[in-house]
């Protein structure tokens, strides 16, 4: 168990060690940061697994060299291998979601404004038709208004 925590550990430790090697850098130098921090997982698991390969075992322990390598050295390294590919897998995915979500909300956005321009076309051109009525009315009152008082004018003089 314990063996299982430690490569979690440098696995973490070489993860946001690249992180911040991006940020400071200019660009980012290190594109996938969830492989490259499995590098130094190997390293530590081959160096781990050489120790185990190469010196006895404790005394009173009655455990053979590959189940010592087994338990302490492949399984924690094959989880922090999986788990290091579902966080990429699930990363990517939602990257993916999150495009097509902006996506889908820009195209509706720009349905949005399409719809308000025509209805802002359609409002004007009612507006524009009923001003063109209105001063109709207006200036058919004042021209009867002007025919009135010629007329009136006409019979005083």
Avoid: C
């Amino acid at each position: 168990m314990g063996a299982i925590f430690f490569y979690v550990f440098v696995y973490f430790i070489a993860y946001y060690s690249t992180y911040v090697i991006n940020l400071l850098s200019v660009r980012p130098l290190i594109s996938n940061r969830f492989i490259a921090g499995l590098v130094p997982v190997i390293l530590v698991a081959i160096s781990h697994g050489y120790f185990i390969a190469t010196s006895p075992p404790p005394q009173g322990v009655d455990i053979s060299m590959m189940t010592a390598l087994m338990s302490n050295v492949i399984m924690p390294v094959i989880i922090v291998i999986i788990g290091a590919l579902y966080f990429m897998w699930k990363t990517k995915n939602d990257a993916e979601e999150a495009l097509e979500e902006e996506e889908r909300a820009r195209k509706e956005a720009l349905e949005e404004e399409d719809d308000d321009q025509e209805d802002d076309k359609e409002s004007y051109d009612e507006d524009s038709s009923d001003e063109k009525d209105t001063s109709n009315e207006e200036s058919d009152a004042d021209d009867d208004k002007e025919t009135k008082e010629d007329s009136s004018n006409n019979k005083n003089t």
